[in-house]
């Protein structure tokens, strides 16, 4: 397996970031702030945790996208041309920043865009790097909404879809290891990270 170790100070503290492969999400264990490295170099995004479910503990962080949006879904048309109401209400979603399958991705990004919870500070552990870019997750969040519009069963022929991003953060997600993959401290879902 290639590893490229990125070696990066962070833009707050000046601590040494780690990273391993392509990751261009780090959060800092030292201060707890995190950055997105693009073509001009790390720039920092808001930053928190969110919080472990009631009997559920937090033994490994994995990153993710917390993004505040206006959604607006209109032009609906169903079988034979008849039209539908559409819809816009502020939204917010969880977009696992990690590389997973996508149909985990999905799974766990609708079941934890339904019960986020609370935020809190960043904890001062290792928190693994990521790789899904903003823009990528809005994309997933377009698809999220479309396949709920598709699922309302009542022959929908085309669908206009507007995800305005109000405000983004990237969270720390607590999981706990299993047999067979990383099960969500929120959510229970279970996925299965790659590389
Ligand atoms: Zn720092």
Partial sequence: MMLRLVSLDCPSCGSALRGEGLDTIFFCDHCGDAATLGEDGLEMVESAALVPAAGRAARTWRPAWLIETEVTVSERIRHRGRRSDGWQEPRTFVIPAFEIPLGDLTRIARALSEVIGETREVPREPIHGGTLSIDD???????LVIGDEVRKSDMLASVMVDIEVIGSRLVALPFEPTSVGLRCS????TVRPQG
């Fill in 137 to 143: 997750a809005v994309t997933l969040i377009r698809h």
């Fill in 186 to 189: 929120i959510t229970g879902v």
